[in-house]
Structure formats: structure tokens, C-alpha cells
């Protein structure tokens, strides 16, 4: 049997961004940021308002419109007189309402306005592969490199910063990898339902990793088993594909959940740890 | 004055407000190579304010930081809270910020009496035991400068005995300078070579035993803080010897206790009340 086409571009499309969602959403859980990554969501539909008014290729519209965005909130953050929350809620809600006023002002064309806010992976063509993999690849080379310093100011700002790291460096090149991995998954996941691929894996592969790294892999492959399972299910039950994806993710997460008790239960040492280790002799 | 012996970091005529509160006035301090100073002053005094700006973190309103060129600052901070969510074990904490070969890192373990954490994870430590961990991480630096803040607030007290020395024993072997930050007066002072006690000023400055008797401390920390003092060395030096071994902070060991529960309690309460001149 041969794969049709578009599901093997669908596939294609919903791996690639799941290997890059998994390391950068290890971080926005660590980070504790699943509501920024929200509002930058949010904040991709005035984008595609921008790229239709200006008649530009979407995905540049989205990624500017989400740098500006993010750079906005940075900037804000740094003021400290509103609590980052209530900012993430004044922008986020704002942005994309002005997203669906500039979209219904548009008038004559016809959008799919339920096809930005969900997704449409099904409707993935070779050429979002080539945006997907191009700006996955640099997304996570860049990753890549800030990842030491990204991770010690995630562990704590302050030694990061006595020890020599730039912290507001790594920062800011984490919150703009943020943005263009919202433009490249636009397609794919939609405005509504992008922070659910960054979150769901990472928080699955949490029970199962001992170290930074191992959770970004396991991340990236729960991720792809997401994908994998979502887009047979849309194919067999009808159902909307990026739904689909972030439900098997879920089920992915709960199976996770469940795996870890079974394991804490084969292992009964539920001693405290340093009442085994030498050096306590008693009082 | 050798070239070796010319502070490691210096600062003079250090400010700092927040808003229109100004923390620090007119502050001057200086750390030199092998040397134990302590911070010391009540809740509010601006004692961590002046170490985050030593350390580079914060910029002072006006005034001067010199550090020396090259140096470098192993950092332990009050507290180091890992969140569960994160996956951290003890040797990713150790090689956080430069790496480290397994070996570096088990040598510095064991120096600091801690060999068999290497692969815990870092957020189920105890107090203790994270205190050891990060100065450990200060050894892997191979530091210059260790800057402490309040490296006891989460130790019990024997636990805090035995870091102490350990404090003194890293100084004597590498002969790194140390700022440790406190409100535990007593104890602070039986391991330091020179106090400075700060109020968003500098009150008073100098070796322990004239600091405990100068009319600027006991109005900041009250009479009873130069007796307490004196008892606690002379216990220190009679009944604390460190092993090496990891001591629990949750240990209970309350008989060793009641030697010093008095003296130890008063100049906590005293610290927070912040008596300004």
C-alpha cells in the first residue's frame, strides 16, 4: 500500500517540529513560561493578518510579529511594575483579538480562520517541510549552543550571572528560538494548540530522565510518538488531525504517569535516602 | 605590599538605593588573598546587596568595584532551590557552568567530606548537603574569592560547626580569600580573621575580639552578643572535631546541643531587629 502524499508530508512535518519541541519545551517547563509560550501563540495570528495585509509569506509575518512580541514582553518584564501574569494576559488576549478584528477587516478574502487556530497538518505541502526543517535545524543549533548558560541561569539567575554567564544573553536568544518554533508549527499545530507540543511531551519525559539532556530526547521522542499515533488516529477515525496529536500526547502523558507509579512500586526502597549512606552513626 | 597580597576585590564608596531607599551609604570593603571576612549585620543591613554587587551581579548607584584581573568567584547563595521538575544530578550542579572531568569532581567532593553524592539528584539534598555540594563547585573553579551568604541559615547547628571549618580548612589549603554573610554572630566570628559590621554603613571594622566589645555592635546587636561569643569558642575548640563524614542537617543530636542553644538563640532574635544608629 502506498502512503498518500499528504500524509506522508503531514508526518513529515509533525516529526520535525516534535525533535525541535521537545528540548525547547524541556526549557519552558523548567522555566515555568507554558503561559508565555501562550501568548506568543497568541500573538502569531496578528502575524498572519500582517502577511496578508502586506502580502508577505506568512511564516515571516508570524515570525516577525512573535519576535516583536516577545522582545516586547522582555522589555516589559524588565520594568517590573506589572506582574509578568498580568502581562502575559493583557498581550496575549489583545493580540489576538486585534488579530481577528484586522482578519474580519480584510473583508472580500476568505480565511481560514479555524485552520490558524487548530492547525491543518493534513494541508502541509514540501515546501513548509523545507521552512520547517530549515528554521528546526538552526532552532536547535542555536539551542545548542546557548544551552549551558540557558541552563544555569534556569538553575539560579544570580550564580549564573556571579559565574561569568550571560545570562540576559541566553534569555533573549531562548525567547526568540520561542518565537520562530511558534511560526514554523503554526501550520502544523495551530495558534490554539502550539503550547500543548512544547509542554505534554517534556512533562511526560519527565518521570523517566535523570539529566537536562536525557528529558529533551525523551522529550523529542514522545513528541514524534505523538504524531505518529495522533495522525492514525484522524486518518481512521476522521477526526481533526492536530487534535488528534495532542490528545495521543496526553495519553502519552497519562501512560507516563502510570509507568512511574508501577516503577516506584517495583523499587521498595523508599528508605530515606541518607540513612543508608556512611557517615550518620547516630547521635 | 606583594603583588599576590593586593586585594581580590575592592570596593569603595559603594551606594545603592532602591526606588528612593537607599541601602548602602558610603560603604568601603576589601577582600585579600587567604582571608576570612565576615559580613555581619541585622535583616535590612544591605549585607546581601553588597555582596551581589562584589560579585558583579548588581551595579552599585555610585561608587567603585576593583577586581582583581582574572579572578575568579565561586558563589554559594543563601538558597538554591531545584525544582523537581528538572532533572539535576549532583555532577550536572558541579559542572553547571564549565565543565569538569569525573575525577576533578570526585576529589572535590571528597575534600569537602561529600564523596558519595556525585550521582543524587540535586533536588532531593539537604540543606547540608547542598552547602557542601556548591562549595564544591567553588573548589572545581578552582575560585579565588568564595563568597558565602549565610552559609548557615538552612544547617542545624553542629551541621554549621562543621562547615565552618571546613570553610577554614578550604582557605588554608588553597588559599583562597573568603566573604561569608551572616546574622549568626557567634559563630561567624570564632572562624574569622576580620569582621565588618554593616548597618547600610559601615559601623565598625577590625579582628573579632575588638569588634565584639566596639560600642557600634552591641548597640546594633545588644550586650549579650560578646558573651555569646566568648562561649561559643571556647566550645568550638574543645568539642567539634570534624571527621570528614557527611553530617545530616535533619540530624538530631540534641544533646550536643544544649551546651549552646542559649547562646545561639539571642543574637538570632536580636538580628532582626534592625536598630539603626
Known amino acids: 500500500m502506498i502512503l498518500d502524499s499528504f500524509l506522508v508530508y503531514a508526518l513529515l512535518g509533525g516529526i520535525g517540529l516534535a525533535v525541535v519541541a521537545g528540548p525547547l519545551g524541556c526549557f519552558v517547563v523548567w522555566r515555568r513560561m507554558a503561559y508565555f509560550g501562550d501568548s506568543l501563540a497568541h500573538s502569531a495570528l496578528l502575524g498572519v493578518a500582517l502577511g496578508f495585509l502586506l502580502s508577505i509569506d506568512l511564516t515571516f509575518g508570524i515570525a516577525g510579529t512573535c519576535i516583536v512580541f516577545a522582545l516586547a514582553i522582555v522589555g516589559l518584564q524588565e520594568q517590573r511594575r506589572i506582574a509578568t501574569d498580568t502581562l502575559l494576559g493583557i498581550l496575549s488576549h489583545t493580540a489576538l483579538s ?3 478584528v484586522a482578519l474580519s477587516l480584510m473583508g472580500s478574502m476568505r480565511v481560514d480562520l479555524l485552520g490558524y487556530l487548530f492547525g491543518d497538518i493534513l494541508a502541509v505541502t514540501p515546501q513548509d517541510l523545507v521552512t520547517i526543517y530549515i528554521g528546526g535545524a538552526l532552532a536547535l543549533v542555536v539551542l545548542a549552543a546557548v544551552w549551558r548558560d540557558l541552563l544555569a541561569a534556569t538553575v539560579h539567575e544570580e550564580l549564573a550571572r556571579a559565574e561569568g554567564v550571560a545570562v540576559f544573553r541566553a534569555r533573549l536568544v531562548f525567547t526568540l528560538l520561542l518565537a520562530v518554533v511558534v511560526a514554523i508549527s503554526m501550520k502544523v499545530m495551530g495558534i490554539l494548540l502550539i503550547t500543548s507540543m512544547l509542554i505534554i511531551p517534556a512533562a511526560a ?19 514524534i510518538l505523538a504524531v505518529a499515533l495522533g495522525l492514525s488516529a484522524s486518518l481512521r477515525w476522521d477526526t481533526p488531525s492536530g487534535p488528534s ?6 495519553s502519552l502523558f497519562l501512560l507516563s504517569l502510570g509507568l512511574a ?4 512500586r517495583a523499587h521498595i526502597s523508599p528508605a530515606p535516602r541518607s540513612a543508608d549512606r556512611p557517615g550518620r552513626t547516630g547521635p | 605590599m606583594s603583588p599576590d597580597q593586593a586585594p581580590l576585590v575592592a570596593a569603595t564608596g559603594i551606594c545603592k538605593s532602591f526606588g528612593r531607599r537607599e541601602v548602602l551609604h558610603d560603604v568601603a570593603i576589601e577582600v585579600r588573598p587567604g582571608e576570612i571576612v565576615a559580613l555581619i549585620g541585622p535583616n535590612g543591613s544591605g549585607k546581601s546587596t553588597l555582596a551581589r554587587i562584589l560579585l558583579g551581579i548588581l551595579a552599585p548607584t555610585t561608587g567603585q568595584v576593583v577586581r582583581r584581573p582574572g579572578l575568579r568567584v565561586g558563589y554559594v547563595p543563601q538558597r538554591l532551590p531545584i525544582d523537581i521538575v528538572l532533572p539535576l544530578p549532583v555532577s550536572r550542579l558541579l559542572t553547571l557552568t564549565a565543565p569538569a572531568s569525573r575525577e576533578a569532581m570526585i576529589r572535590a567532593l571528597e575534600e569537602v567530606g561529600a564523596p558519595d553524592l556525585l550521582d543524587e ?14 562549595l564544591a563547585r567553588a573548589l572545581l573553579r578552582d575560585s579565588d574569592l568564595l563568597v558565602l551568604d549565610e552559609p548557615t541559615a538552612n544547617v542545624d547547628f553542629n551541621g554549621q560547626i562543621d562547615l565552618f571549618e571546613l570553610i577554614g580548612r578550604i582557605r588554608g589549603r588553597h588559599g583562597c580569600g573568603v566573604l561569608t554573610i551572616s546574622h549568626d554572630l557567634h559563630l561567624v566570628m570564632a572562624a574569622t580573621d576580620r569582621v565588618i559590621c554593616l548597618n547600610g554603613h559601615v559601623c565598625c ?6 569588634v565584639s566589645k566596639h560600642p557600634a555592635y552591641l548597640q546594633i546587636f545588644g550586650p549579650h552578643a560578646a558573651t555569646s ?6 566550645d568550638h575548640d574543645h568539642e567539634h572535631g570534624l571527621d570528614g563524614a557527611v553530617v545530616p542537617a535533619h540530624g538530631h543530636d540534641h544533646d550536643h546541643d544544649h551546651g549552646h542553644s542559649h547562646s545561639h538563640d539571642h543574637p538570632h532574635g536580636r538580628g532582626g531587629k534592625t536598630a539603626r544608629p
Open chain 1, 205 to 223: 519525559a519527565r518521570r523517566f530522565a535523570r539529566t537536562p539532556e536525557g528529558m529533551a530526547v525523551l522529550a523529542s521522542t514522545v513528541g
Open chain 1, 261 to 264: 507509579a508501577l516503577r516506584e
Open chain 2, 121 to 134: 539528584s540535586a533536588s532531593s539534598l539537604s540543606g547540608g548537603e547542598l552547602q557542601r555540594i556548591l
Open chain 2, 205 to 210: 571594622e577590625g579582628v573579632p575580639g575588638t
Open chain 1, 245 to 250: 496529536v495532542v490528545v495521543a500526547a496526553f
Open chain 1, 98 to 100: 486585534v488579530g481577528l
Open chain 2, 229 to 234: 561569643f566568648a562561649v561559643y569558642t571556647h
